[in-house]
């Protein structure tokens, strides 16, 4: 069975976090390294009902695009919407890890995939990453409709 640094490692690998946007806060939240992983559940956002629906599938491992904590922070405490997010997930060993703008300037990332699910084709980012000699890297699509609606 794979620990969570082997996903963590592939995750990162799929959306460096160095290609985060600087004000950004990619990586992982809580988790033990050396846990065994063998469901992962993909959200958009991390919230409370993710965490519960993680429990209910028996995930222990919840990879969300939105950050839980974009700035920083004074308390976890579990009377906070956030803090109760964290202890759930802590009390029930399972990992929070976030891939946002990481995810985002990837090729493909999170917008090709909206793109796709869009009907859309992808003629490019809509901001190049200049580090990109290809061109395909960046955030945001620019997109066409291959037929008229």
Partial sequence: ????SDVLAELDALWPPERAE???AVGTVCG??????DRVLFAVDPVHEIADEAIRLGAQLIVTH???YLRGTTTVAADT???RVVHTLIKHDIALHVAHTNAD???PGVSDALAGAL?????GPLVPDPSDPGGRRGLGRICVLDHPE
């Avoid at 033990?32 to 992983?37: F, I, K, L, T, W």
């Fill in 66 to 68: 939105h950050p839980l």
């Fill in 119 to 123: 009907d859309l084709r992808v003629e």
């Fill in 1 to 4: 069975m794979p620990r969570l």
């Fill in 81 to 83: 919407f956030k803090g």
């Fill in 105 to 107: 300037t990837a090729d």
């Fill in 32 to 37: 033990d390294p050396d846990a065994v992983v």
């Fill in 22 to 24: 600087g004000w950004d």
